[in-house]
């Protein structure tokens, strides 16, 4: 993981430094970090907001204040990293992350089977600012694809956002609003779906994921707006 933890370190400097490998490299540490039983912490984002459409973004939109919880401690541990094919969701391993070779694979960037049985997806993101813009039609064919009907994403899914640690206060997730789906009768199962989603701060700086010895700061708790 040294490498890739170089290579981000000097990407957050330099933001062209090998930028189309860096999500990749973004991607192997944070499921390190789940494989390791680090403690992270989190708040959750209830609600979601629709970017505007084309003919609208001259006009004034106000997008509606989510509500977002304080922060929490918490840690989350899985037993291994599995690369390329992936079950469906009934016959999913708990506690083991699939992570698809598509660099393409819709909605999401990995994804595991919790104890609980539900379905846990990761959207991770090295963005400065603004929202993680998310599609309805990607999280419709995602569902397809490991198996779990549209109308038991509500109650299966945990949507997990992964940002960088210093824009973990501000970020969340926003829908597309130009959406169409194989099946509209979809739309609202969908939604509700993404009517709540977490977002994660990983617990450790550069330097301490090179030494694991060292004692993880707290991350900066201040009250903030997220809209």
């Not at 990995?110 to 929202?131: A, C, E, I």
């Not at 009907?149 to 640690?165: I, Q, S, W």
Request: hydrophobic residues 35%.
């Amino acid at each position: 993981m040294y490498i890739c933890l170089v290579i981000l370190r000097k990407n957050d400097e330099i933001r062209s430094h090998m930028e189309h490998a860096v999500p990749k490299f973004y991607e192997d540490v944070i499921a390190e970090l789940l494989h390791r039983d680090v403690w992270w912490k989190r708040r959750i984002v209830r609600g979601i907001n629709t970017t505007e459409k084309k003919e609208q973004e001259e006009n004034t939109k106000e997008e509606k204040k989510l509500d977002s919880s304080a922060w929490e401690d918490f840690d989350e541990k899985v037993r291994k990293v599995l690369v390329g094919q992936y079950p469906k969701f009934d016959e999913m391993k708990p506690n083991i992350i699939y992570k698809p070779t598509n660099v393409i694979f819709p909605f999401c960037d990995f994804f595991y089977k919790s104890d609980d049985n539900r379905l846990v997806v990761f959207h991770l993101t090295r963005q400065k600012d603004g929202k993680k813009v998310v599609s309805l039609s990607a999280l419709e064919t995602f569902l397809n694809k490991v198996g779990v009907p549209v109308e038991d994403a509500a109650r299966r899914l945990r949507v997990v956002l992964v940002p960088k640690r210093d824009t973990a206060g501000t970020i969340c997730l926003q829908l597309s609003n130009d959406d169409k789906l194989e099946d509209e009768r979809n739309r609202d199962g969908l939604e509700a779906a993404l009517a709540m989603h977490e977002v994660w701060a990983h617990p450790l700086s550069y330097r301490q994921m090179f030494d694991e010895d060292e004692t993880a700061p707290d991350i900066d708790t201040n009250a903030f707006d997220v809209k």
